[in-house]
């Protein structure tokens, strides 16, 4: 009986393990089956699509065409913005941007403007419209290259029997600005233009005898120094007054000082700045910088040396 007792338990018991080891072995077929299909479409996540392009996946709605399309509008919404990203961040990149410049300004052009006392610069090119002619800068012996006379009917009557010079561009502008002012009754007359290196001076050296060196400096220019060399500098006269202050208040002083600016010429050397150019006021003396430059110039109300600091300047050795 125990033995038949024993027997049946142990044919229900296997019976049971059986079940169990049935259900276990059903159990984990499934589990590996379930398994291995997440893995094998992880590995399809991982391996088929890149990185950036893992998060559209996440979006259900993205079917294959259309997650392609969206992956390539947000790879290029991503270039895009890149360079607006950092646009953005302005205050950071700004200022790295404006640094290297800066650094490298400081470090091949510690802002040579202007030089320690005694020292003078030497302007780069001449031909530069906007270079800086001052007392403490000098042209050397540059000459233009490309100088023509001014036509006679534009110089003061008694001068006709000497040529005057200017740059090409500078005469053009200068006819134009003549042209203009006569047909509004004003008659403009040139007294001096282009003077060279050696011209000038001569012309210094006898002003300094008559005068002595002092006063010859603030109302006449070193050889050099004087932006008459430029062959874009004109003095106007031919009144009663010419070269003395009075001049700002005859017809066509009075009209240059308006009107000037719109053909690409500026007053150098304006009232009350003796200080900053170290020239008395003269109202007859008008420099060609470009139409642009003038009205810009114009427009800052600033003294013209100090306007051109504010410019592109070229200095040799620097
Ligand atoms: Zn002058």
């Known amino acids: 009986m125990a033995a038949k007792e024993k027997k049946f338990f142990l044919r229900g018991d296997k019976w049971k393990i059986a079940a169990f080891l049935g259900l276990f072995l059903a159990a984990f077929f499934v589990a590996a089956c379930c398994y291995g299909d997440y893995l094998l479409s992880y590995g399809e996540k991982v391996f088929t699509l890149s990185p950036g392009e893992t998060e559209k996946q996440e979006n259900p709605e993205g079917g294959a065409n259309n997650s392609d399309e969206e992956e390539k509008a947000e790879a290029e919404t991503e270039t895009d913005l890149e360079p607006s990203g950092s646009a953005g961040e302005e205050p950071e990149p700004g200022t790295g941007e404006?640094?290297?410049?800066?650094?490298?300004?400081?470090?091949?052009?510690?802002?040579?403007?202007?030089?320690?006392p005694g020292e003078i610069l030497k302007i780069k090119d001449g031909d530069y419209l906007l270079a800086l002619v001052t007392k403490q800068t000098t042209l050397g012996d540059y000459a233009p290259t490309d100088l023509v006379p001014i036509p006679a009917e534009y110089i003061k009557p008694a001068q006709r029997q000497w040529k005057y010079y200017l740059r090409q561009e500078a005469c053009e502008n200068l006819i134009r600005m003549c042209e203009a002012a006569r047909e509004e009754g004003v008659e403009l007359f040139v007294?001096?233009?282009?003077?060279?290196?050696?011209?000038?001076?001569?012309l210094f050296r006898d002003y300094a005898q008559r005068n002595g060196e002092e006063k010859a400096n603030t109302f006449s220019a070193r050889a050099g120094q004087s932006e008459h060399q430029l062959g874009t500098v004109v003095d106007f006269g031919g009144t009663s007054v010419d070269k003395t202050q009075a001049f700002a208040d005859t017809q066509p002083g009075r009209w240059l000082a308006e009107n000037a600016h719109r053909f690409g010429f500026a007053m150098s050397y304006p009232l009350d700045s003796q200080r900053i150019?170290?020239?008395?006021?003269?109202?007859?003396?008008?420099?060609y910088i470009g139409e642009e430059s003038a009205l810009a110039w114009k427009e800052s109300g600033q003294v013209l040396c100090v306007f051109l600091e504010g410019q592109e300047q070229f200095w040799e050795g620097h």
């Open 191 to 202: 007294i001096s233009a282009y003077r060279s290196y050696e011209t000038q001076e001569r």
């Open 277 to 287: 150019t170290g020239y008395i006021y003269e109202p007859w003396h008008f420099r």
């Open 98 to 116: 404006e640094e290297p410049p800066d650094e490298e300004l400081g470090g091949d052009k510690p802002s040579p403007y202007p030089p320690p």
